[in-house]
DNA sequence: TGCAACCGAATGAACGTTCGATTGATGCAC
DNA sequence: GTGCATCAATCGAACGTTCATTCGGTTGCA
């Protein structure tokens, strides 16, 4: 059963590369599950044995990248972290994880800005990537009045605004990624979040 | 021919309006020509009579909506107007114009995060939604020593960023459209922007 | 008369999905 | 330990549909 499982998780990890891959250089449109199966390796009678059809392959693809992300994103945070520090690190960490999986950015964009999750977002549950662990972190720093304090969404929307929107600027060449421009950045989203009526 | 540029005219704009309409409602993928065709009562043989392709057509409605917003995002400014002001009013018409032109927000995000758009960057020249025009009133901001003294993109990322997540919040109901809400949010930005090192 | 605007049935390619066949591992009966 | 039944995993040709695009024809203004 082992082997199997591990063989089986091969198949599904291939097709997954593939599809990424393909919707990465290609889109979703130029996307077809004959594609998928060329380029993975596995035949397309094998792709409907694990996906029912090619929107649960995509749903399932979504699930995985997300999973990917939360992993990512709140990791190496020290316990001797003050809140800034990890205000910063969160931060870079989410810029940092698109940067280097360009293809997981392309899918979300494109699988964020499709009918298609509009359609199923309450099967979704969690926001945007990872949101809602942001959320809870930027709640705690307006609990601690150390942010602004107003709704949490409105900072959601800045701390995950200006980090996409920096991925995006940097892989369309309007930016380059530096050590500089990053600590800049953070520290302009810091100056806007944080509460000026009491010093910390 | 004004009468017939007239014509010319009706008959584009209501091939625009269906695109658009299909495209939020069905996405890039289920928007097949015949369905334009029908939506708009337009013959097919005479959408290919204005556009060569399906591509053309995306193409010229990308332009299309990009000349709208940008007419309108500095619209309203009045002479007596500080630099703070106008920071205020340009975010505020961007996000206004996202939530009460829902169907081009739509057609946007999707244009833009489809390989499409990377392949004809190129010949597109402005960025994203009238961005050229927001980077010289964010460059005039550092010039004038208002705003911190940074690479002038990373306050576009910034201030473009953070607007268009918040459209994206807005639309999927993780925060309601409200003065107060925009208020705070024109006030995180401007906070984040800012050249502190410089009361003004 | 010429030409641009307009029409929609027809075309051929490409797509998502199905299905019957094959393989090999597992478990049960004897 | 051998034979047999079962079943998940695998395969890819074939199917029916849908798509972008073409083209031959009509209309009506200049």
Redesign the pocket.
């Known amino acids: ?1 082992n ?3 591990m ?2 998780n ?3 990890a291939a097709v997954f590369a593939a599809t990424l891959k393909l919707i990465h250089t290609n889109g979703f ?9 060329q380029e993975s ?17 995509i749903f399932a693809l979504f699930k995985h990248c997300r999973s990917i992300l939360n992993d990512y994103i709140f990791d190496g945070i020290k316990e001797d972290f003050d809140y800034k520090a990890s205000f910063f690190h969160v931060w870079r960490n989410f810029v940092q994880f698109y940067l280097e999986n360009g293809r997981i950015f392309s899918f979300f964009e494109q699988f964020f800005s499709s009918p298609y999750y509009e359609k199923n977002k309450a099967e979704i549950q969690e926001p945007v990537g990872g949101q809602n662990k942001v959320l809870d972190f930027l709640q705690e720093g307006i609990d601690k009045k150390i942010l602004k304090q107003v709704n949490v969404h409105l900072l959601v929307a800045s701390y995950i605004g200006v980090a996409l929107s920096t991925v995006h600027s940097i892989k369309f060449k309007d930016l380059h990624f530096s050590e500089q421009n990053m600590q800049e950045l953070m520290e302009i989203i810091w100056d806007g979040a944080v509460n000026r009526n009491k010093n910390n």
């Not at 449109?29 to 199966?37: D, E, L, Q």
């Open positions: 059963m082997v199997r499982l063989h089986t091969e198949k599904i449109h130029g996307t077809p599950m004959s594609k998928i199966a390796d596995v035949a397309i009678g094998t792709i409907y044995h694990y996906f029912p059809s090619k929107d649960d392959l």
